[in-house]
């Protein structure tokens, strides 16, 4: 397509200055007809001159993980074989539910080059999506015309969760920087757990621990110290019904489960640790193999990019079934969920108490801000009171609920979505210190 630009409608207005005038001078209008005939000339060999499209070669380039609501750099190759370039503006064609802050960016494309550009959007829903094409507009040799090119360029991507926060993890532990993310140093040291050294003893040391046989060959006190059990099975079971469908600061629950999910299975695989998951709604949706280490998390992201919450009840006979079938050994068992309606909430405290004489449960309450907030506020007004009232409800049902479950011997962690990430790693480090497992 081709059309004017702002060079081309400057010199028509210029044109026109002979017919304005003609009201005054006349014949001046044959100085206007001729010079608005030579732009026409000049413009239709401007354009004819203009580089064609098979002059332009495009290719799209994406980084293999992308994430969700963080600004993705496309990088796009142009290689030019036109003797022709110039400031232009490019558009890619992306998602409906991918943000991008200008719909056209701007390009500089050299003659008998090739150009590298950038184009940035950012993804706000997870899955596969395509990428594609893309649209060049491009000035002609003197900048009269604008020309939009159209490529056919398209690459097939995968959005998945919480990879910035690994990332960010990774970064810090690093650095020994981890408290930054909100995560308790735990003491990794205790009876029964598997040996890691030995060491001088120390007057706190239990008298327990002394090897005697080192403490002859060196004529002092010696210990052995020991260090958390590694190679455990830790499973995570999420819910994908109706109960995470709800938002947070405009983010869907499930969002923060999926995200707490990826960063335990990090965390976890630092302690060597085999992590698997089932994920559920009227129905067992997917379920991944216990695995250790990156294996674990490539492979729980793979599982978990494309799963959406369902507006449906979520079928705990089903997905305990198959928990039970196809996990024999003890592990920890992580259930996401929201407790919110009664009658569903008593059905998983059933399931929960259930899987205690064989794994060790830990169910994991999403919480959310506006919740605490409404039931701790002032109302003002009628209506704010009977809100106050249907939200101290809830929460105090969430609280007695939570209670039963840790004396029946459920570990729990309550926390706001926003935060959950660090609550559960620290319930994990202090299951771990504590030999739990």
Known sequence: MIFPSRRFVVGLALCAIPFVLDLWMPGLWKLGWGASGL?????????????????????LRLSAVLTLASEEPIGIEIRNRSGHGGKGLIRVDVPETW???????????????????????????RGKFVVGPVYLRLPSPLGLLWRDYGFDAR?????????????????????????????RSQRQRGQGMEFA?????????????IDWKATARRGRFICREYQIE???????????????????????????????????????????????????????ERM??????????????????????????ANYEAAFAALNAQCRKRALVVLFTNLVDQGTTELVSGYLKALRGRHVPLCVAVGDRETRETAWAVPQRAEEVYRKAAASQLLVSRARTLQDLQRHGVHTVDAAAGVIQVELINKYLDLKARQVL
Request: glycine letters at 2%; aromatic letters at 6%.
């Open 197 to 209: 050294r030995l060491r001088e003893h120390h007057p706190d040391d239990d008298i327990r621990s």
């Open 155 to 183: 690459l097939t991507v995968k959005i998945y969760p919480a990879v910035a926060a690994i990332k960010r993890f990774d970064l810090l532990s690093r650095r020994l920087r981890t408290r930054e993310l909100g995560l």
């Open 99 to 125: 943000a991008v802050a200008e719909l056209l960016q701007p390009l500089e494309v050299v003659a008998r080059s090739q150009t590298d550009a950038v184009y940035r959007a950012m993804p706000r829903k």
């Open 39 to 59: 732009l026409l000339l000049v413009a239709l060999l401007d354009a004819a001159f203009a580089p064609r499209k098979a002059a332009f070669e495009v290719e």
């Open 288 to 313: 991944t193999p216990l695995r250790k280490g990156h294996a674990a998390v490539s492979a729980l992201a793979e599982a978990l990019y494309e799963v959406q919450p369902q507006l449906c009840e």
């Open 230 to 284: 590694r190679c455990q099975n830790v499973v995570l079971m999420i819910d994908a019904g109706r109960m995470l469908t709800e938002e947070v600061d405009g983010i869907v629950k499930i969002e923060y489960v999926l995200n707490a999910a990826l960063l335990l299975t990090r965390i976890a695989a630092q302690y060597d640790d085999r992590v698997g998951a089932l994920v559920f709604s009227d129905r067992v």
